[in-house]
């Protein structure tokens, strides 16, 4: 009805150029990255190298070929989402470039080419997420399927003869042929569609029922039931997959998606309860747990500076971040090799040491931009799966980014996990860019719809 | 490249880098501050920035300006769509959680057809379409139709909105 129309936010925000907005910032932040990439080269080399470059020049053509499927299939998208996630994603193509020229890896094939590949499957798998998901909402299908997903690939890596742990002290991997992927960063948009389905159907019995004890509003048994078999998911992950950050990560974003479906904080105590209760009990069962706190408390201590799996990286990685200082020791300049996997789960002290605190803060907002869009659907929207979505899968950027970058600085307890956008793998990379389709995909239906109204 | 050439490459990368973020800042500076209104900029704020005071009345004084038609406008003080206003024309707008609403107000509270503004004569009127949690005007709950004056603050469901003129 037109009347209803003019809701007026929405009527004052002018009609914007959002795709030439996104062209320039995008054609920005591919210059940064050239820049950077030319620096490294200087740095550690003393003179340019042409196959990188050709590389690069791969990476931004698949880029632009985002920002043109946008163009045709989601104009009203936000046109700050494709720039700054290319920019994040080619600062990690460049570090690990430099650290495989620190490491003197001279193959063609080597982890800074595969990292290429990947991105350019990955801006790939964006695409197909723009082209097959024309509206979010058919997703809202898929609930419980989406389920099933999630638990098939957190439990995959499991199964006997195709998990394993590929050199990591985690049983996060699944091998099929050739190829290792992690199948729990798939997991984790299977997760947040089946929370976001199931939380649109329930949210009112999850919010208005239950008794009140002591003034905490305590949920029905039958409804706490879905929250028992997340738990017990998550705790099985911890115990058997030895992953804190994984089921950290699967866990946190549960109850962030309920708090934000009933709006009820008891949620959230319960729900944190638990999660401490069962990793307190898993700290006193499983030694590595252990391990990790004390080479968090004290990393510094020899005993636990030498042991095996000790705070040897962790205090590696504070080295090197202090070595770096303030604006750090200039790309291809530093020593972020020495460093064990400084390439994947510690690449944030390796940009940490050659940019700086102030180059590395700077990366740390570019996630904050990225993952505020994707909170902002929370209220912006006008459909409640979206919303959720919208919100669920931004958050699981941002604790995933909270989890790794903690560690490494030695906020909280270090604990595995692929930095988004920035780590060497491309389970990380496919995923990371299948939420920012996704969350193009819903930004374009709410522009789409606030545009239909005031028509 | 001489090393001063790399050092100022270096610093201006950091440079770069942050100007970059702050470019991203500006373009979404819509959101982080709210649009520019021209009138009553207070009431118009968006819900992050500061949360606009229930008491309709004392916030937004109803200006007795020259009236030539009854197009007024809604301006919600609570609830999901605060901050937010709503153009009135000169023809009746049903409120409601039903889609068919001319105001749909996504609220388990508000009955599917709760209410209707129609105007009439030079005001406007509000009826209460026998909803199940109720209307209220100025803090009473209304049965049937009442005449609606601007700035008093009408409240429906979670959703507290006045009528300014």
């Known amino acids: 009805m037109s009347t209803a129309s003019t809701v007026a936010g929405a009527a004052q925000v002018k009609e914007r150029n959002l795709r030439g907005i996104e062209l320039a910032l995008t054609l920005v932040a591919l210059a940064i990255g050239a820049l950077a990439l030319i620096l490294v080269q200087y740095g550690a080399l003393g003179g340019l190298r042409p196959v990188p470059l050709v590389f690069a020049g791969v990476y931004a053509v698949s880029v632009l070929a985002v920002h043109v499927t946008l163009r045709i299939t989601a104009s009203h998208a936000d046109p700050i989402l494709l720039p700054v996630s290319a920019l994040i994603n080619a600062f990690g193509l460049i570090m690990i470039y430099r650290i495989d020229l620190e490491k003197q890896v001279t193959a063609l094939w080597s982890p800074a080419a595969r990292q290429v590949v990947w991105s350019v499957l990955a801006l790939a798998a964006a695409i197909v997420t723009l082209l097959l998901l024309r509206d979010h909402r058919t997703l809202q299908r898929y609930t419980y399927i989406s389920m099933l997903a999630a638990i098939v690939l957190l439990l995959l890596p499991m199964v006997p003869g195709l998990g394993s742990y590929n050199g990591t002290n985690a049983r996060l991997w699944v091998h099929l042929g050739p190829i290792a992927f992690q199948p729990s960063e798939f997991a984790k948009i299977a997760l947040a569609v089946f929370f976001a389905g199931y939380l649109v159907q329930h949210r009112e019995a999850l919010s208005l029922t239950g008794h009140r004890i002591l003034g905490i509003r305590f949920p029905r048994a039958r409804d706490f039931g879905p929250i028992l078999v997340v738990w017990a998911v998550s705790m099985l992950v911890l115990v058997f997959q030895h992953d804190l950050g994984t089921s950290l990560l699967y866990f946190g974003l549960f109850l962030v998606m309920l708090y934000v479906a009933t709006g009820l904080t008891s949620w959230v105590w319960i729900g944190l309860g638990m999660f401490a209760l069962g990793g307190w009990a898993a700290s006193r069962v499983i030694t590595y747990v252990q391990g990790r706190f004390d080479a968090w408390l004290k990393p510094l ?8 799996g000790g705070s040897y990286q962790l205090v590696q990685g504070l080295f090197g971040q202090a070595n770096g200082g303030l604006f750090g020791t200039g790309l291809g300049k530093g020593y972020p090799g020495i460093t064990p996997l400084s390439q994947s789960d510690y690449i944030w002290a390796s940009l940490g040491e050659e940019l700086g605190l102030i180059g590395a803060f700077a990366i740390l907002c570019l996630y904050l931009v990225l993952i505020s869009r994707g909170i902002r659907v929370g209220f912006a929207g006008q459909d409640d799966f979206g919303k959720l979505l919208g919100v669920g899968v931004s958050f699981v950027l941002a604790l ?32 990371n860019w299948v939420i920012v389709g ?13 545009r239909e109204a005031v028509s | 490249m001489s090393g001063l050439t790399y050092v100022v490459l270096s610093g201006g990368l950091l440079a770069l880098m942050w100007i970059f973020v702050l470019i991203v800042l500006w373009t979404i500076r819509a959101d982080l501050f709210g649009p520019k209104v021209k009138r009553l900029p207070q009431a118009a704020t968006p819900p992050p920035a500061s949360p606009a005071p229930i008491a309709g009345p004392a916030t937004a004084p109803p200006i007795p300006a020259p009236r030539t038609s009854q197009a007024g406008e809604l301006v919600f003080l609570d609830g999901p769509l605060r901050g937010r206003r709503l153009t009135l024309r000169d023809q009746p707008i049903t409120i409601g959680r039903d889609s068919d609403s001319g105001l749909v107000l996504h609220d388990d509270y508000v009955s599917s057809y709760h209410a209707r503004l129609s105007p009439n004569g030079s005001g406007w009127v509000l009826e209460d379409l026998g909803s199940t949690n109720g209307t209220y005007v100025g803090g009473r709950r209304i049965s ?22």
């Open chain 1, 301 to 308: 201590d020899t005993k636990v500076y030498d042991t095996p």
């Open chain 1, 400 to 431: 995933q980014v909270f989890i790794v970058i903690g560690g490494v600085t030695r906020v909280i307890p270090l604990t595995g996990l692929p930095t988004p956008f920035l780590a060497a793998g491309g389970s990380s990379l496919l995923a």
């Open chain 1, 438 to 450: 996704l969350l193009a995909r819903i930004t374009n239906s709410i522009r789409v719809g606030n």
């Open chain 2, 144 to 165: 049937g139709s009442v005449p609606l004056r601007p700035g008093i603050p009408v409240k429906i469901g979670s959703t507290v909105l006045e009528l300014q003129s």
